[in-house]
């Protein structure tokens, strides 16, 4: 079965036509993402023309993940509504709306009020999109057939990674020829944010499924996450890879922009050649997944981790290729975190009962932590501004010290997760 990039037809089986919504729904979220994520060069170089201090990107990021705490809000109001697709595709209408409205708003604002007011626009366009993150989240995991599980989600995210790799190209060009005014970046990040009314309508084809049902919630359920051991430890993995990434990701684009003086179609230039790698790798990584184990594949991937925090470690204006080469290298590993992590999150989940609070979980374990981690990240960023080390041939400063302790971060957390991922002796043992 193929599940090709084309609208649903209406003479399509019910499965086909939500698979095939699925993936052009991922298809226009990643290019909003790609224009409008906190993390892209273009919202990045909108809050430096802000005259915002680039330390305290971390407390956006910050604000983005604590918005997690309006899942379990959005677990107990929505089963509350009659009809659950309705208030997500509602609900999914306004987030975009509101971050357009919020971000052509703030050029016109006193200096003083954007650094609070950008947080707050932030904040709220990710709480919408956390009241709804339980139930989609649970409609795809229960819309893809087990037996084509890997296959379908390395086309996903193929798709997804081309998706990308274009919205790229055209935002490195895009923003080359914006005046370098607030102004300016506001009407090209509101033009991105329109994919994401896109990406909605898409969803809108999509069937739930048989299986997906509205549950009552009860305060004895969360003793189901607690006995859960598979569940337990799929926490565990990520929690251990994600630890210094939490504390590198806020910095990628000022590195970029402010360290190593790139450009931005420079900046597009480098993630398309990760791009293009995760495009061709993530179909093979997901056979590949299907048949071996999530342990076995994330043993291989850690390697290129590490070679992507020491490329940021020596990496200068004069000498950026190895920052080129490592995330070359981490398209692969990124497409494998995903497959095996995805895959290990779906078979902890149980086929009956509470599934949505299990979604609910996972996701709050990630963004509590990532909220937490990341504005400690801007602390130790700020610490470290006048911080001076000398690592053999090379002197680090901030950031670059910033990096290399990350580097060394990972090889504990990295390895010491695979404990957690299943083997493949325990593929196929029930939670």
């Known amino acids: 079965m193929d599940f090709p990039l084309l609208p649903p037809s209406r003479h399509a089986s019910p499965l086909r036509q939500t698979l095939t919504a699925f993936n052009l729904q991922i298809v226009f979220r990643s290019v909003y993402e790609t224009f409008c ?4 060069f273009i919202f990045v170089t909108f809050i430096l023309t802000l005259g915002i201090e680039k330390e305290k990107i971390g407390y956006l990021t910050s604000a983005v993940s604590f918005a997690c705490i309006f899942q379990m809000a959005g677990l107990i109001a929505l089963n509350r509504l009659g009809s659950p697709k309705q208030s997500v595709i509602r609900l999914a209408f306004i987030e975009p709306l509101l971050f ?39 409609w795809l995991a229960l819309s893809i057939p087990g037996s084509i599980r890997g296959r379908y989600l390395g086309r996903r995210l193929q798709l997804s990674s081309v998706s990308l790799l274009l919205s790229l190209a055209a935002a490195g060009v895009l923003a ?11 009407l090209l990040l509101s033009a991105g944010a329109c994919f994401g009314l896109l990406a909605v309508l898409a969803l809108a084809r999509a069937h739930l499924p048989p299986a997906f ?53 420079h900046i597009a230039g480098l993630l398309t050649c990760y791009y293009l790698v995760k495009i061709f790798s993530s179909a093979p990584l997901g056979r590949w997944l299907d048949r071996t184990s999530p342990r076995h594949l994330m043993f291989w991937m850690n390697f290129s981790y590490l070679l992507l925090f020491f490329a940021f470690v020596i990496s200068t204006p004069h000498r950026s290729w190895p920052l080129w080469v490592a995330w070359a290298i981490t398209g692969v590993g990124d497409g494998g975190y995903f497959l095996a992590l995805t895959q290990t999150l779906y078979q902890a989940v149980p086929d009956q009962g509470a599934r949505k609070l299990f979604f609910v979980a996972n996701n709050l374990q990630l963004m509590i932590s990532g909220a937490v981690l990341t504005a400690l ?10 911080t001076t080390w000398h690592l053999g041939p090379w002197t680090l400063t901030q950031f670059p010290i910033l990096y290399f302790l990350c580097f060394l971060a990972f090889i504990p957390c990295g390895f010491l997760s695979l404990l957690f991922l299943p083997g493949s002796s325990e593929q196929k043992e029930s939670p």
Not at 100 to 126: D, E, N, Y
Not at 178 to 184: A, E, L
Not at 227 to 243: E, V
């Open 37 to 40: 994520g906190i993390g892209g």
């Open 176 to 186: 080359r020829l914006t005046p370098n005014r607030p102004s300016s970046y506001a």
């Open 377 to 386: 990240a801007s602390v130790l960023a700020q610490s470290l501004r006048s």
């Open 213 to 265: 049902e509205i549950e009552s919630f009860r305060p004895s359920d969360f003793t189901l996450i607690v006995r859960n051991r598979r569940f337990c430890k799929c926490l565990m993995a990520q929690f251990l890879y994600n630890l210094p990434f939490w504390f590198a990701m806020p910095f990628y684009q000022v590195f970029y922009l402010r360290i190593l003086h790139m450009s931005e179609i």
């Open 100 to 138: 357009i409205t919020g971000i052509l708003t703030l050029p016109h604002l006193p200096p003083s009020f954007r650094l609070p007011l950008l947080g707050l626009c932030v904040f709220l366009s990710a709480s919408l999109l956390n009241l709804t993150r339980p139930l989609t989240d649970d």
